[in-house]
Nanobody, 123 residues
Framework: QVQLVESGGGLVQAGGSLRLSCAAS????????AGWFRQAPGREREFVSA????????YYADFLKGRFTISRDNAKKTINLQMNSLKPEDTAVYYC????????????????WGQGTQVTVSS
């Protein structure tokens, strides 16, 4: 049984930074990809970033424009998201995700989800 637990969310002013972390548990945790989605009030969940667990190759949503950086620690089973130059439109619940295979970055194609952590960016 894989469990993902996020931490690091909170309230920050526009232009500030936050670092989200996701701790994975489960003896068999060895995903193909892990990453982050987010969901703002009244909006659908959207892809933020993902990382190939083996190679470390990173993928980002186009709207990020280099503001976020994803990383992983295979030994510690953690996935991190460094978020810089935050904007009010980044306000959302951020979910840690993982899956066992490749595919499009759609919510339905990720097998495992955390409970989410709230990020609020004030203007």
């Amino acid at each position: 049984q894989v469990q993902l637990v996020e931490s690091g969310g909170g309230l920050v002013q526009a232009g500030g930074s936050l670092r989200l972390s996701c701790a994975a548990s489960g003896r068999t945790f060895s995903p193909y990809e892990a990453g982050w989605f987010r969901q703002a009030p009244g909006r659908e969940r959207e892809f933020v970033s993902a990382i190939d667990w083996s190679s470390g190759r990173a993928y980002y949503a186009d709207f990020l424009k280099g503001r976020f950086t994803i990383s992983r620690d295979n030994a510690k089973k953690t996935i991190n998201l460094q978020m810089n130059s935050l904007k009010p439109e980044d306000t959302a619940v951020y979910y840690c995700v993982a899956r066992g295979g490749a595919g499009m970055f759609l919510p339905t194609l990720f097998d495992h989800w955390g409970q989410g952590t709230q990020v609020t960016v004030s203007s």
